[in-house]
T-cell receptor, first 116, second 116 residues
Framework: GNSVTQMEGPVTLSEEAFLTINCTYTATGYPSLFWYVQYPGEGLQLLLKATKADDKGSNKGFEATYRKETTSFHLEKGSVQVSDSAVYFCALSDLPSRGSARQLTFGSGTQLTVLP | DVKVTQSSRYLVKRTGEKVFLECVQDMDHENMFWYRQDPGLGLRLIYFSYDVKMKEKGDIPEGYSVSREKKERFSLILESASTNQTSMYLC???????????????FGDGTRLSIL
C-alpha cells in the first residue's frame, strides 16, 4: 500500500535560516505529491504540488522536486520567516484501486517554529 | 476561492451522546471527505463521498457514520460518542475531474471535539 514518511519534528529555526523538511513515499502507481500547511487554529491549505517525476512545485518561496529515483519530495525554503511557523504535511494521491477508499495519504506532519 | 465551512470550531459532548458534525462547501464539488487529526498520526480518513447519497469507508470508520443528502453538505455522525473519539475533525472537498490524482483537496478550519 501507499505510505508517506516525514522527518520528525519539531523543527526550530532562526529567521532567515535555510529549511529542509524531508519526505519519502512508497506507492504502487505513479502518484501526485503535495505539501500542505496548517497554520495555528486553521485547517490545511495546499502549499504546492507536483504531478510527475522531475516536476518542481513552488509557492511562497517554498520548493519541492518530485524525485522518482529516490522516491522523495523534500520541502525547502532558502530563508524562513516567523510567519512560516506552522505544521507541514507531505501527502500523495494515487488512482484508487478497486474497492480502495484511499484518496490522499498523509505523512504525520512536521511542526516548524521560526524564532525572530 | 473555495470555502469549506465546518459548523463548530469547538464542541464538548458527553460519553454516549449522538454527535453531529456538519460541513458545507460552496464550490459544487462532487467529492467530500472527513478526517481526524491526532498528534503523531497525521490525518486519517474516516469516510468520504463521491457524490450525493454515495459514501465509502475510509481507514477508520468504526464508530462513525456519514450522510450526504445534498451535494454541498457532508455530515459526520458519532453514533454513541466515546472518549477515544476526542480529536480534531477536518472536512475537505474536491472537484471530480477524470484524473482525480492531480486535484487538491480544500479543507475547513476543523472542529476540535472533546468527549467527556
Amino acid at each position: 500500500g501507499n505510505s508517506v514518511t516525514q522527518m520528525e519534528g519539531p523543527v526550530t529555526l532562526s529567521e532567515e535560516a535555510f529549511l529542509t523538511i524531508n519526505c519519502t513515499y512508497t506507492a504502487t502507481g505513479y502518484p501526485s505529491l503535495f505539501w500542505y500547511v496548517q497554520y495555528p487554529g486553521e485547517g490545511l491549505q495546499l502549499l504546492l504540488k507536483a504531478t510527475k517525476a522531475d516536476d518542481k512545485g513552488s509557492n511562497k518561496g517554498f520548493e519541492a522536486t518530485y524525485r522518482k529515483e529516490t522516491t522523495s519530495f523534500h520541502l525547502e525554503k532558502g530563508s524562513v520567516q516567523v510567519s512560516d511557523s506552522a505544521v507541514y504535511f507531505c501527502a500523495l494521491s494515487d488512482l484508487p484501486s478497486r474497492g480502495s477508499a484511499r484518496q490522499l495519504t498523509f505523512g504525520s506532519g512536521t511542526q516548524l517554529t521560526v524564532l525572530p | 476561492d473555495v470555502k469549506v465551512t465546518q459548523s463548530s470550531r469547538y464542541l464538548v459532548k458527553r460519553t454516549g451522546e449522538k454527535v453531529f458534525l456538519e460541513c458545507v462547501q460552496d464550490m459544487d464539488h462532487e467529492n467530500m471527505f472527513w478526517y481526524r487529526q491526532d498528534p503523531g498520526l497525521g490525518l486519517r480518513l474516516i469516510y468520504f463521498s463521491y457524490d450525493v447519497k454515495m459514501k465509502e469507508k475510509g481507514d477508520i470508520p468504526e464508530g462513525y457514520s456519514v450522510s450526504r443528502e445534498k451535494k454541498e453538505r457532508f455530515s459526520l455522525i458519532l453514533e454513541s460518542a466515546s472518549t477515544n473519539q476526542t480529536s480534531m475533525y477536518l472536512c475537505a472537498s474536491r472537484r471530480h475531474p477524470p484524473d482525480r490524482r492531480n486535484q487538491p483537496q480544500h479543507f475547513g478550519d476543523g472542529t476540535r471535539l472533546s468527549i467527556l
